[in-house]
């Protein structure tokens, strides 16, 4: 079993920036892709971005692409999302996820991933 642990959210105006966190403890699969999506009240979870293990590959939603970054450090364990220039559209819960093995090619989908965090709730005030 895996736990990931999401931190790093809170309320921010609009402009504003933050940076999400996601640590993942228990048994992991070697070469795990990790995703981080968003879900809105009342609207279903979102795709926002994921990464490859190595980092080498990373795809990102087109509602923040250019705003966001997804990053990663295995050594530390984290998964990271800068978030620049936000939008009070961007307020949702953030949930960061892993998939079983290397990312595939459906990345954008939920089903993709295997484990997910609690969420941590990310505002922005206009």
């Known amino acids: 079993q895996v736990q990931l642990v999401e931190s790093g959210g809170g309320l921010v105006q609009a402009g504003g920036s933050l940076r999400l966190s996601c640590a993942a403890f228990g048994r992991t699969s070697s070469s795990y892709g990790m995703g981080w999506f968003r879900q809105a009240p009342g609207k279903e979870r979102e795709f926002v971005a994921a990464?490859?293990?190595?980092?080498?590959?990373?795809y990102y939603s087109d509602s923040v692409k250019g705003r966001f970054t997804i990053s990663r450090d295995n050594a530390k364990n984290p998964l990271y999302l800068q978030m620049h220039s936000l939008k009070p559209e961007d307020t949702a819960v953030y949930y960061c996820?892993?998939?079983?093995?290397?990312?595939?090619?459906?990345?954008?989908?939920?089903?993709?991933?295997?484990?997910w965090g609690q969420g941590t709730q990310v505002t922005v005030s206009s």
């Open positions: 990464i490859s293990w190595s980092g080498d590959r990373t």
């Open positions: 996820a892993t998939s079983r093995g290397r990312i595939p090619n459906t990345y954008y989908s939920t089903t993709a991933y295997a484990f």
